[in-house]
């Protein structure tokens, strides 16, 4: 009803098909049970579209036709006749852009000007980065033969059958950081999205048909994590999983892949700290602050949410925030002026409401923000606490929503007690540095425990550059050519020249 956003035809056409169907084999197909449910507009509300709930025999089903595929057709495909089909992917995407980047407004909540102008173009810029490593897998030959008479040589083979399951922040972007790498290597994937946001990896389904992948290569299917998710991470011939999701599910995850010893690889929670030095250029590290929090309503793995502002400067960074976070407009994705949508989920809303409350019992002060909205929709308003402890629970725990805790550093050096603090987190995804001193950036930089520190800017992100994290935000790297390790296995071969 809000929308001022203009409808694409081909989002109308895509919903009209209801309940939607899981991918399996090739075909849009049923749940084996017949059961649905429903995807909610967050910014109403409101149902959206009923999708198939897939369980463990759907699961089963789509490990048949993914190791039919592996073991016929994709193993005649060449790499690089997969990397034609990575980068006709991207065109496809890249042309139904506008369809796929309402649909993620629709079921995610976010502004549809960041769907347009960051998920999409990352997921079409992400496949063609892959679209080249197609060809460029290979082993090596280990050249010692001298005096042994043997010849040596490693292949770079594919894991085969890979389980993926996505979260609800990114829903294509997440989607397509799982496929890039997993099929340019030749591996066959069952994926499964969040509950929250069926609908782009469907509609993506159709795109991937389209690109000529043969059938059971990627099947995707959409249902509920502690029974599709579970069954893929027991099945006993899903050879590996990656996920991305919360540290809790994580954990849950790595002990069900012990019974089967599945490969895990894990993009978990993060608390990042993001460092605001004195000697910073304000008029990028003020900006930087802020979107570091509030991108994507602050629902965002490696989101700035511990701000560290030393205390020469605290007041004016905190107050510049405060006047800018107080102005942006919230409301429906699908209205164009909006810079900050709904949470995803009554479930989210209701989180993160209860850890506004703990702030402001715990004593911190919400210098904006710090009430959810009544009335419609899932909206918590961008909140900056300052007055905060580390101790607290909001400095203590990943929020997931619009919400930062703002405090003062105060060292002589102003390094080493920053930097105790920022690390003193189990997480370690990310963190931000600010300062114009090219020794303290670089210092700082490799005193971080994180798996990505941004220095002067924040959330950068680009397929070429791994992503991963440090402690229990998980292990593995995705982008780049880390990824290529996670979906393939080393073969030695020894050959006998006597
Ligand atoms: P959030 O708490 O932010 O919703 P989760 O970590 O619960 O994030 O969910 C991320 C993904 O993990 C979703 O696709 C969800 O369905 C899935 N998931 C949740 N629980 C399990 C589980 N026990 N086993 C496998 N997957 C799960």
């Given amino acids: 009803k809000i929308a001022t956003v203009s409808i694409d035809p081909r989002v109308e056409d895509f919903l009209k098909g209801e309940p939607k169907k899981l ?3 090739g075909e849009f197909v049923e749940s084996l049970s017949g059961r649905t449910f429903n995807t909610i507009n967050p910014a109403t509300g409101e149902r959206i579209a009923s999708v198939y709930e897939a369980d463990k025999e759907d699961v089963n089903r789509a490990v048949e036709a993914a190791e039919r595929a592996f073991k016929g057709s994709w193993s005649k495909v060449t790499p690089s006749e997969r990397g034609r089909m990575l980068w006709k992917l991207a065109d496809l995407i890249e042309e139904h852009a506008e369809a796929l980047a309402q649909l993620e407004t629709l079921d995610n909540g976010k502004p549809i000007r960041e769907a347009r102008a960051v998920d999409i173009p990352l997921s079409i ?18 050249d010692n033969s001298v005096g042994r008479n043997m010849f ?44 929250q946001t069926p609908l782009s990896a469907i509609y993506l389904a159709k795109l991937i048909q389209e690109a000529g992948f043969p059938e059971g290569v990627v099947n995707i299917i959409t249902g509920y994590g502690p029974t599709a998710g579970a069954a893929i991470v027991q099945h006993p011939r899903i050879r590996k999983v990656a996920f ?118 715990e004593g911190a002060n919400p210098l904006t923000g710090g009430q959810p909205l009544e009335g419609a929709g899932y909206f918590i308003p961008p909140t900056i606490f300052a007055d905060v402890q580390d101790h607290m629970t909001i400095a203590k725990e990943e929020i997931f929503g619009p919400v930062v805790a703002a405090m003062p550093f105060d060292d002589e050096e102003q390094i080493a007690d920053v930097i105790r603090r920022a690390n003193n987190s189990e997480y370690g995804l990310a963190a931000g540095v600010w300062t114009t001193d090219v020794r303290k950036a670089h210092k700082v930089a490799h005193a971080l425990e994180a798996g990505t520190v941004w220095v002067n800017c924040y959330n950068a992100l680009d397929a070429a550059v791994p992503f991963g994290g440090y402690k229990q935000s998980g292990f593995g790297r995705e982008m780049g050519s880390y990824a290529l390790e996670l ?12």
């Fill in 23 to 25: 991918f399996i084999g």
């Fill in 125 to 142: 810029d992400h496949f063609r980065y892959y679209a080249g490593w197609a060809t460029k897998i290979a082993g090596e030959v280990i």
């Fill in 152 to 195: 040596t040589y490693t292949r770079r083979e594919p894991v085969g059958v890979v389980g993926q399951i996505i979260p609800w922040n990114f829903p294509l972007l997440m989607a397509t950081w799982k496929l890039g790498a997993a099929l340019a290597t030749g591996n066959v994937v069952i994926l499964k999205s969040a509950e």
């Fill in 244 to 361: 991305t999701g919360s540290t809790e599910v994580g954990k849950l995850i790595m002990q069900q892949a012990a019974g089967n010893l599945k490969r895990v690889s894990l993009e978990l929670g993060g608390k990042s700290p993001n460092i605001i030095f004195p000697d910073a250029d304000f008029s990028k590290a003020i900006p930087g602050a802020l979107m570091g929090i509030f991108f994507n309503q602050g629902q965002v793995c490696c989101a700035g949410s511990r701000l560290f502002v030393h205390k020469k400067v605290f007041d004016n960074v905190l107050s510049d925030m405060t006047s800018y976070a107080s102005k942006l407009k919230q409301g429906a994705g699908m209205d164009e002026s909006t810079q900050i949508g709904p949470l995803v989920s009554e479930e989210q809303f209701s989180r993160v409401s209860n850890y506004l409350r703990k702030g402001i019992e």
């Fill in 487 to 498: 979906y393939t296995q080393v073969k030695s071969i020894w050959m006998n020249l006597d």
